[in-house]
């Protein structure tokens, strides 16, 4: 490759996808280009925008030129231990995240193969999705049928996981209420459609275990962070006292903090591949869960470049138990991209093209650029 891999330039920055996006709704881009003109594309969480990760990759920006994009593990733990004193957790492995993302999509185009090629191969070209539906907590029960419904009808999804995203400061709010949405939608898709609950954390462990054993009567197949995902040793024990699966580490920013979850009883994590340090980070999280036996569903919010590489993480696993999360539809990122994935028939296809395999219009996406 000569000096084909390496790096000239990495740019961080905001995208407003429409003019009066306020910081908090936009993304959070990284882009590595090299010395002979490839370029890669990556993505870190969007939490406030993604500024607390862009300003790592902004600081660690001079110190990659020149590397070599081929030592990739070399360069992602020489930054995670720069920036260790920062957490590591949220901004540092958002920004690895971002950074490994478009390190793995320049070394797809390196060597003209999609990511999936280079992970070991793809046991699976297209990938079922659960439609991800949010903001029930505000929602009447009638309310919450009809937005399930709607979403239930034109997505044809393989499964559904209704979301609650309420007032984490109101412990156990409204546990009837939250209940009887659950029935309602139960009743709407019949007893053996596959539905799951995300409390978003709003319960103690005594509310959860209630909720629980409700959802257990109803059929439901996974119950997600029903209490403060910080909260280890209370979300091992809401798992080990239910019966029904519980899942959490959609907010795990590291390796080592999913296995204290795991060894804590919990037996479906999540890891977010924007936010636990990207294609790199979720495959060793894939690794830790099939050596302990656990179910690995990545929790996955994004519409293009973090969808799009976690499909390519989720062709590669063997044992993949659960549809991929498809949250609620947003095609304000589209202009940007000639072929964003689009679900058809309730699946996404596993992008073919060389690295992640999304063709960026570039100056759809510079008009919309922050910063």
Known sequence: ???????????????????????????????????????????????????????????????????????HAVIYDRLLHRYVKLGPEGAVTGALAALDIALWDIKGKLFGLPIYKLLGGAWRQEVPFYSSIGGNANRSVDETVRVVERRWRAEKPAAIKIRWDGDRTRQDYDIPGDIAKAKAV???VGETFPLAFDANNQYSVGGAIRVGRALEELGYVWFEEPVQHYDVRAMGEVAQRLDITVSAAEQT????????????????VQPDIVKMGGITGLMQCAAIAYAHGVELVPHQTQPTIGHTANLHVLATIMHLTKPAEFADP???????????PKPVDGKFAIPIG??????????????????
């Open 1 to 71: 490759m000569g000096r084909a891999s390496v790096i000239k330039s990495v740019e961080a920055f905001q995208v407003a996808w429409n003019g009066d996006d306020p910081p908090g709704r936009r993304s959070a881009i990284v882009r590595i280009t090299t010395e002979e003109g490839f370029v890669g594309y990556g993505e870190a969480s969007p939490m406030f925008g993604g500024e607390h990760s862009l300003w790592v990759i902004r600081d660690a920006a001079t110190s990659l030129i020149g590397a070599d994009v081929l030592d």
């Open 186 to 188: 139960r009743q709407l």
């Open 253 to 268: 920013y590291t390796t080592q903090a999913l296995v204290d979850i795991i060894n804590a009883g919990v037996r479906m």
């Open 330 to 340: 947003d095609t304000r990122m589209h202009p940007a991209f000639r072929n964003p």
């Open 354 to 371: 060389p690295g992640l395999g999304l063709e960026v219009i570039g100056e759809e996406l510079e008009a919309r650029r922050v910063g």
